[in-house]
């Protein structure tokens, strides 16, 4: 069993950088590959993320390429995405997610554990 907390969110401005950080808890956190979703108002779960077991190879969306950047430190159990050039259609609920796998996933349904999610808010 895994829990993942969110936290580093906030109201930001166009232009800004943000890192959001997902702390982890169990001793198989470095056996997990992990990702990041978002979630905007009245819009379905997008992906925007994902990092294998070992940080030696990421996905991400086309809408953040570029943009973000997705890390792990798996001696802190703790997952991290760096935002910059944030811009206000980023704005969203921002989630992580583990899978019990090695390998990066883009689906939702392939991941097995959930935060809870964490706000950011990008005004123009």
């Known amino acids: 069993q895994v829990q993942l907390v969110e936290s580093g969110g906030g109201l930001h401005q166009a232009g800004d950088s ?3 950080s997902c702390a982890a808890s169990g001793r198989t956190f470095s056996t997990y590959a992990m ?3 978002r979630q905007a108002p009245g ?3 997008e992906f925007v993320a994902a990092i294998n077991w070992i940080g030696s190879s990421t ?3 086309d809408s953040v390429k570029g943009r973000f950047t997705i890390s792990r430190d798996n001696a802190k159990n703790t997952l991290y995405l760096q935002m910059n050039s944030l811009k206000p259609e980023d704005t969203a609920v921002y989630y992580c997610a583990g899978r ?4 990066t996933a883009v ?3 392939e991941y097995d554990y ?3 999610g964490t706000q950011v808010t990008v005004s123009s």
């Not at 019990?100 to 390998?103: G, I, L």
């Open 18 to 20: 943000l890192r959001l």
């Open 35 to 37: 990702g990041w979703f």
């Open 43 to 45: 819009k379905e779960r």
């Open 59 to 61: 996905n991400y969306a």
């Open 100 to 103: 019990s796998r090695v390998a």
């Open 107 to 109: 689906r939702g349904d």
């Open 114 to 116: 959930w935060g809870q």
